[in-house]
């Protein structure tokens, strides 16, 4: 098993910057991924999208509306990732889910509690 948690988030206008962290305990095996998903509540049928991921080999994988404004990373030795959010949008606004991927013959994910960000217009 894997906990997370989850801070950061929060509300800030657009324009701004939020920093989101999670740390990973437990059942730590390499190789994984460490990454963050987002789903706006209420939307029926809307699925968690992928944010960003970063490998335990450092590659990352990034959504194309938040490239060049967003950046993951990671410390392997803290089990610690980081999400920098810049220039924020409105659309934005969602629940952010902190994501642990074991890679084996089948994947096998955790999720956090998830947390919360607004941005106004």
């Known amino acids: 098993q894997v906990q997370l948690v989850e801070s950061g988030g929060g509300l800030v206008q657009a324009g701004g910057s939020l920093r989101l962290s999670c740390a990973a305990s437990?059942?730590?095996?390499?190789?994984?991924?460490m990454g963050w998903y987002r789903q706006v509540p209420g939307a029926p049928g809307k699925q968690r999208d992928l944010v960003a991921s970063i490998k335990s080999d450092g590659s990352t994988n990034y959504a194309d509306s938040v490239k060049g404004r967003f950046t993951i990373s990671r410390d392997n030795a803290k089990n610690k990732v980081s999400l920098q959010m810049n220039r924020l949008k409105p659309e934005d606004t969602a629940v952010y889910y902190c994501?642990?991927?074991?890679?084996?013959?089948?994947?096998?994910?955790?999720w956090g509690q998830g947390t919360q960000v607004t941005v106004s217009s």
């Open positions: 994501n642990f991927r074991r890679i084996f013959i089948i994947d096998q994910d955790y």
């Open positions: 437990g059942s730590i095996f390499k190789p994984n991924a």
